[in-house]
């Protein structure tokens, strides 16, 4: 059992950068590969980010790539998104996600783990 928690969601401008964070509970966060997930009112919960066990294998929705970081810190049972240039677009609530196998997915039902999700709202 993996329980999870955000933190470090908020309002910004155009433009600005959150970070945001994910606290895991438990010993066996390495075992895990971690993902960050977003959800907009009415619609679907969307892939952002996924980091394997390591942090050394990540990969991102083309929507963000190259405005977005995933990484881990395995000592601190922690995984972050670095958001920069935001867009009002990216408005919606973010989740983290814990999923124990090895084989990549950006589907959010193949994953084990969530938490409860933090506000980012971006203001135009």
């Known amino acids: 059992q993996v329980q999870l928690v955000e933190s470090g969601g908020g309002l910004v401008q155009a433009g600005g950068s959150l970070r945001l964070a994910c606290a895991a509970s438990?010993?066996?966060?390495?075992?895990?590969?971690m993902a960050w997930f977003r959800q907009a009112p009415g619609k679907e919960r969307d892939f952002v980010a996924r980091?394997?066990?390591?942090?050394?294998?990540?990969y991102y929705a083309s929507s963000v790539k190259g405005r977005f970081t995933i990484s881990r810190d395995n000592a601190k049972n922690t995984v972050y998104l670095q958001m920069n240039t935001l867009k009002p677009e990216d408005t919606a609530v973010y989740y983290c996600?814990?999923?124990?196998?090895?084989?990549?997915?950006?589907?959010?039902?193949?994953?084990?783990?969530w938490g409860q999700g933090t506000q980012v709202t971006v203001s135009s």
């Open positions: 996600a814990a999923d124990r196998t090895i084989l990549v997915t950006t589907t959010a039902g193949e994953y084990d783990y």
């Open positions: 438990g010993r066996t966060f390495s075992r895990y590969a």
């Open positions: 980091i394997n066990r390591s942090g050394g294998n990540t």
